[in-house]
Structure formats: C-alpha cells, structure tokens
C-alpha cells in the first residue's frame, strides 16, 4: 500500500474505476442492442423479399405449365382441324360430283312428271263427266239432310210441347237439371293443379248425355236421370231463362206460377235465381245483364208484358220472406226477426197476413227491394261455399189483374186448359155445380157470368179471387238453402243448427213429394215452414218448376244422386189440370155435376176406386 493513502481512500477510487468501467459497458450494450436491432429489421427486409422473390418465382412457373398445356392444346386441336380440313375438302369435291350431274337427273325427272301429269290429266277427263253427276248427287244428299234436321227439330219441338200439355192435363211438376261448370272449391284438401283429373275429388262423374237426360258415374254402376230440361255446363243464364220464359207469360193468362230452385250447397241455386254475386254485390240493375239470373229476368221480362197491356189494368206487389231455423221471417219489414205464421182462410187458401207487401211499378222497384232482402238473407262461409245461404227465399209477386180486361181482351191459348167462355145466365149459390144452358132472347148480364170450361176440370169455388172484379195471380221464386253435409262443410255452433233445420225441411219436402206421388191421404205440409208456405204450390192449383242444381264434381256425387232422385219424385207427382182463375162472379163447370178428385187439398175418397194416370 502506498504511503500517504488510506485504505478507504483507495476504496473509493476503485468503487469509481468500476463505475466508469459499469458505465461504459452500459454504453456498450446499449450499442450493440441498437446495432442488434438494426441487424433484425434488415433481415426481415430480406425476408420478405425472398418472400415475394419465392411467389413470382412460383407465379412464373404455373405460368410456364399453363403455356406449355395450352401449346399441347393447340397442337392436339391443330390436328384435328387438318382431319375436319382434309374431310371438308373430300366431301367438297364429292358434291361437285353431284352438282355436275345434277342437270341430267332433273331432266329425267321432268320428263317422268310431265309423262305422269298427262296420265294423271286423262284421268281426271275420263272421270269430269262422273264428278259432275256426284255433287249433283251431294248437293241432293245435303238438302235432304237438311230438311231431315229441320223436320227432326219441328218433331222434337212438337214433342216437347205435347209433352208438357201432356203433363199440364195430368198436373205433374216440371223438373229441370242444370249442371254447373268446375270450381277451384271442388278440389277440397287437393292441390288445384288436380282440378279435374280423373280420380280425384274434383273429377268430372256427372255428364249431360242431351238436353234430357244426364247420366252419373258412381262407384257400383252408372245411372241415368231424365227430366223435361237438361242444361250443360256450357250453357247461359239466358238459355236457362229461354226455358223458363213461358211460364211467365202464363201468370198474366191466370194461372199461378212457381219456380224453385233445388240442390246442395255450392251446387250454383243462388246463381241460377239471382245471377252472379260477390260479396253482397248482386249486380241487380234495372239493364240486363249476361250473368243475372230468373229472378231478375222474370221481372223484367213480367213489366214488359204488362207494358203492352192497357194502362191501368195490372198491379203488382213484391214480398221478399226468408224461411230461416223453420221461422218465417220478412225481410222487407222493420224488424227481420219477427216471426210469422201461415194462416188459413175460410175457403181453405194459404197467406201470411203479417207480410209486407210493397206495390211496384217498375223494374227498378222490385229490383230495389229485392235488393234490400238479399242484404239481410243468412248468409256465412264454409269450407265448401264462400256464400253459402242459411235459409230459404222467397220472393212473391203478386199481380192483380182487372176483371174487364181478363174477360174481353184478347187471350192467347198457351195451354189445353185455357177457357174459352160461354155466357151464361145467373144460378143460386146452393146449385152452382149444375150446367145450365144460356137463356135464349136475353143478353146477358156483364155483372154476372158464369163460364163454361171446354176443358174436364171440376167445380171449383173461386172465392180466391175478388168479387170486385180483380183477379190475382201469384208468383213464387224460391231458392232454396242447399243440402249440406256437415263433415264436408265444417261448420258448429249455430252454423250447426241451421245446417240441422235446413236439412230438415228439404227431407220434409221430399216427403211431401212422396206424399203427393203415392196419393195418400194426409200430406204432411205441417212438418215445415217451408213446404206449408208453399203448400198451394206444390200441391194446389199453380204451375210449378223444379231446377235442380248439381256439381259435376266426383266429390259431391252422393248429393247429386239424392238431388237428382229428388226430380225423379218430383216428376211422379200428378195433381190434375191446373186450372186457370177465374172472377169471382164466374164459375167453372166441367163435365160432371159434382166435385171430382184433383190430388191438390182433399183426399181422394176410398169409394173412387184407384187413381188413373
């Protein structure tokens, strides 16, 4: 140790040598973690660029195998175009083989036609004079046909009117079937695309064979139905109404008249009576329309009858009545829900006194009112019916017609039944029945006629008609709520009830049918509303039109065999002549001297003996 220096002294210097030895390696270490640094950055530069350098490298590469492949291409397809070339030009130098002896073929041929033409020409001339004498033979066959179509149409037209005065003299109920076209509801739970493939619900099992008879194809066999009238899908509401047209010109000759209309739910009643709807809108206007139904047309058609009359000789009333849950109900009243009853008079006719009756005058009144009750009919949707009606209607149009102009104006026969009058002199009420001859030398008294009938119909009492000198006649249209099946429709609830009372009444009326068919003694009009409304129409004295409505559709083909069995009832049914009215001052004298049976309000008496037909 040196002289002078301590040991701490030395100490301290060495503890500041290593400082600045510690401080310099710190430098030291800090550069280099700096040049480090610096080292790793560039390497990743150039790692990076090897990177990129690898990628082109690649790139060219798939570059240089798409080249190759697409040369090898060329060379293959290169090849192929020389084949297809060599090819071409053989063929080429074939068809000019062909061209070049083209001209001599047409030549030869040319020559054969023209050889074959003036064969085909002498032929022709040897046969001109044969033609001549078969078209004259044609146009003689064709005239013939012709008049046999013309003669077969007469006949058949002559058939059918004998046929209806045939069922006119027996009193049988007039029954048409009219067979509505497809609808997309027919298909069911099926998509519409099935709509009438065979074997499906919606497959076509009803067919019209002629305008009389429709044939229905069932499961066992096939059955045929005849009636008076039968319409195909294809046919209008006009062609419908052509049908029906007569039978009002028959009101205004004194005769009653009712059309009914008959069928399942959705089977097109409505339609057939009304015309097309949507919604409420019945598109009842006073101009016709193509798609409106009997009602409409029957009024129109009712005023323009009257309208060549002289003035002040017809009236008219219109009652617009729904038979809804068996309940009579007015819907031309204040209050819908109140309920009716059908009372009966003295001489034994039918009316509801409680009715509104409207006088009209025009189209447009009846359309009006008509109108205002389809707006508060039943109606509710079902899974087969969008529209489908809960209750009966009836729409009556009462025409009143003065007794002067019923006696003295001229009166056109429309049927066998028509009276032709002889005056004849005043007679007791208690010997009425009696003929008596008209007194010679006396004129007589215009204030009391009785009339003679040319025709066999019985005594009848007139006290139906006013002794005022006013004849009325009645017209009933009814459309009647469809027959329903309640597992097809899907309905509860009330819709439940009133699809129970519906089928109620139409099981009531075919028994009342039935009834009328077998002639038994008690007709059971009281089992419902309906059919004791219409009781004077179906078994009295008035002209009566059945339209069955059926789908041609093979899910409905049990409705539409129990609806055309129903016109088959219906057709057996024969009341005797409907007798045309008559004033009250007048009476109606037959050929024998008392009442004789008629199959309308009494029964026929044991001591008669069988019916006749």
């Known amino acids: 140790m040196p002289l002078g220096l301590n040991q701490t002294d030395l100490i301290s210097m060495r503890i500041k040598e290593n400082d600045l030895k510690t401080r310099a390696k710190d430098e030291r270490i800090v550069a280099l973690e700096t040049e480090n640094a610096m080292l790793y950055l560039k390497l990743a530069q150039l790692q990076n660029s ?33 084949s297809i070339v060599k090819n071409l030009r053989e063929e080429l130098a074939d068809v000019r083989c062909r061209v070049q002896s083209i001209p001599e073929c047409i030549a030869s041929e040319y020559d054969n036609i023209m050889s074959e033409i003036e064969k085909r020409n002498q032929l022709v001339k040897s046969h001109y004079s044969g033609m001549t004498d078969l078209q004259r033979k044609l146009m003689e066959l ?125 089977s097109g009643k409505t339609h057939t009576m009304i015309g ?18 009997v009602i409409p047309r029957a009024v129109r058609q009712l005023f323009s009858i009257i309208s060549e009359k002289p003035a002040d000789t017809h009236t008219v009333e219109v009652s617009v009545v729904e038979v809804y849950n068996n309940d009579i109900r007015d819907l031309l009243g204040n209050d819908p829900k109140v309920r009716h009853d059908v009372v009966t008079s003295s001489d034994g006719s039918l009316s509801v006194p409680t009715l509104t009756s409207r006088a009209v005058g025009t189209v447009d009144d009846v359309m009006s009112l008509v109108r205002h009750g389809l707006k508060a009919r039943r109606e509710i949707s079902t899974l087969i019916h969008e529209h489908s009606s809960r209750s009966h209607l009836v729409v009556m149009l009462t025409v009143s017609i003065q007794t002067h102009h019923f006696l003295f104006s001229p009166q056109r026969v429309t049927s066998p039944t028509d ?23 006396s004129a007589p008294n215009l204030s009391k006629v009785t009339m003679r009938s040319r025709t066999p119909s019985p005594v009848r009492s007139l006290s139906d008609t006013s002794s005022s000198g006013v004849i009325k006649t009645k017209l009933q249209l009814v459309d009647l709520a469809g027959s329903e099946c309640v597992g097809m429709s899907g309905v509860t609830g009330s819709a439940l009830r009133e699809a129970s009372y519906i089928n109620k009444s139409l099981s009531a009326l075919a028994d009342v049918l039935g009834a009328l068919a ?18 004077d129409s179906i078994g009295g004295d008035a002209k009566l039109l059945v339209m069955l409505c059926i789908s041609p559709a093979n899910r409905y083909v049990t409705e539409s065999v129990q609806c055309l069995g129903f016109g088959q009832r219906a057709r057996q049914v024969q009341r005797g002549p409907i007798r045309r009215k008559l004033p009250g001052n007048m009476e109606r004298i037959g050929p024998g001297d008392g009442p004789t049976y008629s199959g309308r309000n009494s029964p026929r008496p044991k001591s008669a003996g069988p019916y006749k037909q």
């Open 50 to 82: 090897l990177r990129m350098s690898r990628q082109e490298t690649s790139h060219y590469e798939r570059m240089l195998d798409h080249e190759k492949s697409y040369r090898h291409e060329s060379a293959q397809t290169c090849v192929k175009l020389a």
């Open 142 to 266: 064709e005239a013939a046909l012709q008049g046999a179509n013309e003669r077969h149409a007469r006949e058949k037209k002559r058939r059918r009117d004998l046929h209806n005065t045939l069922m006119e003299l027996r009193g049988n109920i007039r029954v048409h079937c009219r067979v509505r076209p497809l609808m997309n509801f027919d298909t069911g739970s099926e998509d519409i695309s099935t709509l009438g493939r065979p074997y499906s619900q919606s497959e076509v099992v009803t067919h019209v064979m002629d305008d009389e008879n429709v044939c229905v194809q069932t499961a066992k066999h096939n059955k045929a139905f005849e009636y008076e009238r039968v319409y195909s899908p294809l046919e209008n509401q006009e062609a419908v109404f052509e049908e029906v047209q007569p039978m009002i010109t028959s009101l205004l000759d004194g005769y009653n008249v009712c059309i009914m209309a008959y069928g399942q739910t959705g």
């Open 276 to 293: 097309g709807h949507k919604n409420e809108d019945y598109n009842l206007t006073t101009e016709p329309q193509p798609e409106e139904g």
């Open 419 to 441: 009276v032709f009058a002889v005056p004849q002199s005043t007679i007791p009420k208690e010997r009425s029945h009696r003929r008596q001859l008209p007194q010679p030398h």
């Open 518 to 535: 077998e002639h038994r003694a008690h007709v059971p009009y009281r089992n419902s509303r309906i059919t004791h409304l219409l009781q």
